[in-house]
């Protein structure tokens, strides 16, 4: 118990101090995660929409292709995108792989049926009426797509949530496709893992510390916007 206490005493020193390697890391593990949720949002909001309103062969397949991918282990993620994005993959020539734009690439194909899922769980929940109501008055595509976004906007808000949850805790796609490189690459959970192997405890405490911070942050805001919204 002595080493946690002081690893963690350590680890506060750090975060009091900002430490510029904690800062780096941090900042990354944020913008890639951000960047992720926001792409992996842009397709799949419109994409559990879509499967949500409208019957079609397959509809159901579909549903049950989405839910089990939910389940989608990270190094399965990380191997299909280091297939495309390797010197001997399709986007080989762009020299993606070990930088930041392939941990979004794997992020985002891992957060994808994540949001799609629970934005068709929270589009299909939604009173019919909505929609009925919406056609009546005369909604267009794009019309009826904002009432329903706005009719379902926690069941939304709540998916984008857990999906910024999944991805800032994982590691298997950013170890993969990130390569884990000091100052370039290194993000929160690859540098714990880090410096777990080498024994050092101190920054690995630190990083926990923050990503539990990050998310129990990130989690108070979403209730704070929820509870506003319904004053």
Not at 12 to 40: G, M, Q, Y
Not at 117 to 141: E, H, N
Request: net charge positive; glycine share 8%; hydrophobic share 55%.
């Amino acid at each position: 118990m002595e080493f946690l206490s002081d690893s963690i005493a350590s680890a506060c020193r750090l975060i009091w101090d900002l430490d510029p390697e904690l800062l780096a890391i941090v900042v990354l593990s944020l913008e890639v995660s951000c960047l992720s949720t926001a792409l992996a949002g842009i397709a799949g909001v419109p994409a559990g929409i879509l499967i949500a309103l409208n019957d079609f062969p397959g509809k159901r397949l579909c549903i049950t292709i989405c839910n089990t991918l939910l389940a989608l282990p990270t190094v399965v993620v990380g191997l299909f995108a280091y297939a495309f994005i390797s010197r001997k993959g399709v986007l080989g020539a762009y020299d993606l792989l070990y930088t930041p734009a392939a941990i979004v690439i794997g992020q985002t194909i891992l957060l994808f049926p994540v949001i799609t899922t629970f934005v068709l769980s929270a589009v299909a929940r939604l009173d019919d009426r909505y929609r009925k109501t919406a056609l009546t008055l005369g909604a267009g595509p794009v019309r009826l797509a904002g009432t329903i976004i706005r009719e379902s906007r926690f069941g939304i808000m709540a998916a984008f949530i857990l999906a910024f949850g999944r991805v800032i805790a994982e590691v298997g796609i950013s170890m993969m496709l990130g390569g884990n490189v000091k100052g370039y690459t290194r993000t929160i959970t690859t540098a714990m893992a880090l410096e777990y192997d080498k024994g050092e405890f101190t920054l690995s405490v630190a990083l926990g510390m923050v990503l539990l911070a990050v998310s129990f942050s990130v989690n108070i805001l979403f209730h704070a916007i929820q509870g506003r919204s319904r004053v």
